[in-house]
């Protein structure tokens, strides 16, 4: 969490300071498709401790963007691995023979789409946006990573409708940004992260 608290905060001195360093020059307004990777931290809903489950998590993923005039979408795609209380250990044998114990992981993935609107300061050079969206849950479960023959445990995480805001920051055809998103429903509370990308 700390590492993200640090680049937020350097991200947005980077947009308050960037138009005093060239103050002269207008971006045109990137549009079309960009592709991202997403790093963030989760909060979850307390009633999943009854499946073992603790109150926080981590998601990575994709987030695939499309921006005409300030209409902003976004398809997401997060593998959310949660704090886990309940979790197993299972003796695997691997396909070269070796043997090893490993640990179960609690994980789930999610499909997301969301759609708003967004504004540009600074010369066009960042991007503030707000959306909202709904969060599928396609699996969730307590396994042993890339075992087919392990013993596994489904696990009950909804999904629900969300909003998001965040800042894009554009270098080139390079985005740096920060978002925050907040359920109006379902199991996954809260996510902040940070995100890398390209336009093209």
Known sequence: MKPLVILTLLLLSFVSNAQ??????????????AISLQLGTASLNSEL???GLGDSATNFGFSFDYLEQDWYSSILID??????????SQGVTSSYGG??????VASATS??????????VNNNKAMFYAQGG????????RA??????????DLDVSGGVFTRVGVNVFVDNFILGVYSSFALSGDIENMFGIRVGIQY
């Open 20 to 33: 005093e360093i060239d103050d002269q020059t207008v971006m045109e307004i990137p549009q079309g498709w």
């Open 49 to 51: 401790s009854s499946q």
């Open 79 to 88: 593998i959310v691995e949660f704090d886990d209380n309940y979790g197993f």
């Open 99 to 104: 043997n090893s114990t490993e640990d179960s």
């Open 111 to 120: 499909l997301a789409g969301a759609i708003g609107k967004a504004w540009f």
């Open 134 to 141: 709904l969060n599928l849950m396609l699996e969730a479960s």
């Open 144 to 153: 042993i990573s890339q075992c087919s023959n392990c013993y596994e445990e």
